[in-house]
């Protein structure tokens, strides 16, 4: 896993801060995946161009390679009362074995160790303990595998930002087409803009696909609560690169194609799967953070949404593409009233003169 150098600049949570209106947080998926709209990016001074994600076949070209997070959400928002009788919110951080999990707890009172919580969709959960990152392990006594059991018993857990319950539409729209490798707690949002039929244009184009994986936790959505952007303490996450992506990695390279990151979560895959300045197999836990100072080698370009201002997600996009350049697109896309966060349009970040 790599290092972070040494930064040479003192970055404050604050750089990384835009205005947003709040009518532009979408609040549902459009009808159709590939109709959000997209703002491409090319490095430099290169003029932004407003298109839609269905025009991707013509803006890449032959022989790159799109890598895909195929992470699969489960259904990690329940809801229970405790043996005092207050109410509880659990979302769960990650599935453990023996039917435990990692979980985040919404309650006026917090839990103690021993506390059992009685859960709406029968069953109960037991209260383990808490590590220093504040998050709760729980240990669950229902009547089936803890992952089984969730298909039935659990709720899609929706970001903070959408201000409505999740509706059946959900179950299937906040989850990526070719979502796979189950134990996400958040959709790897970039990737939702895609269909069969993009997909297939894609393939025709004589694009190729690859796949990692990287189980997105609730962390994140934690805001960065320090100013000093270096002191920000990052959440882990658990994330598999593959000997066969690495092979396609090494034949796109070789044959002069790119590779495009769907996703911040693929870049982080990617560069915590980064060795000697070489990509390797990698699987296990990463805490990368990735902000300006930072060299992203691993891929070409980035395909990715709108994200939350004084985000780690828009650190790391800066870090790919520039900070100025990154907050000048963001004030086009907000003067053009494009729609924001995990329901929203996406932005192309390509190298200077490859936007078509």
Request: proline fraction near 7%; glycine fraction near 10%; charged fraction near 25%.
């Amino acid at each position: 896993m790599p290092r972070a150098p040494a930064w040479p600049v003192f970055l404050k949570r604050s750089d990384f801060h835009y205005e947003l209106p709040p009518e532009l947080i979408a609040q549902a998926p459009l009808p159709e995946r590939s109709a959000s709209r997209l703002l491409v990016v090319p490095s430099g001074e290169g003029a932004f161009a407003d298109r839609q994600v269905r025009d991707l076949p013509e803006l890449l070209q032959p022989g790159d390679l799109l890598v895909f997070n195929d992470t699969r959400v489960i259904p990690a928002r329940l809801f229970g009362q405790k043996d005092s009788g207050g109410r509880v919110e659990i979302l769960l951080e990650r599935l453990l074995p023996d039917n435990q999990a990692r979980a985040q707890i919404g309650a006026s009172k917090s839990p103690k160790p021993g506390g059992r919580i009685a859960l709406d969709g029968g069953g109960s959960a037991e209260v383990l303990g808490r590590d220093d990152a504040g998050f709760y392990h729980l240990r669950f006594d229902v009547p089936d595998a803890l992952e089984s059991w969730l298909l039935h018993a659990g709720r899609m857990p929706l970001p903070p930002y959408i201000r409505r319950e999740p509706g059946q539409d959900d179950a299937e729209r906040y989850q990526t087409v070719f979502a796979r490798q189950v134990g996400a707690v958040a959709a790897p949002t970039a990737g939702l803009h895609f269909d069969d039929a993009l997909l297939s244009a894609l393939r025709d184009r004589g694009i190729g696909f690859g796949h990692v994986t990287l189980h997105v936790g609730a962390g994140t959505f934690q805001p960065v609560r320090v100013e000093d952007v270096h002191a920000h303490r990052m959440h882990s996450e658990w994330l598999n690169v593959g000997a066969e992506l690495v092979a396609q990695v090494r034949r796109t390279r070789a044959a002069g194609g790119r590779v495009i990151a769907v996703g911040t979560t693929v870049v982080r895959a990617l560069e915590s799967a980064m060795h000697d300045g070489e990509l390797r197999p990698f699987a296990g836990e990463t805490r990368i953070f990735i902000f300006p100072g930072y060299r992203i080698r691993s891929v070409d370009g980035l395909l990715t949404n709108f994200h939350l201002p004084e985000s780690t997600l828009l650190m790391l996009v800066s870090a790919f593409a520039g900070r100025e350049r990154v907050l000048a697109a963001y004030a086009h896309a907000v003067g053009e009233r494009y729609r924001f966060f995990s329901y929203g349009d996406a932005m192309l970040l390509l190298p200077q003169g490859a936007d078509g």
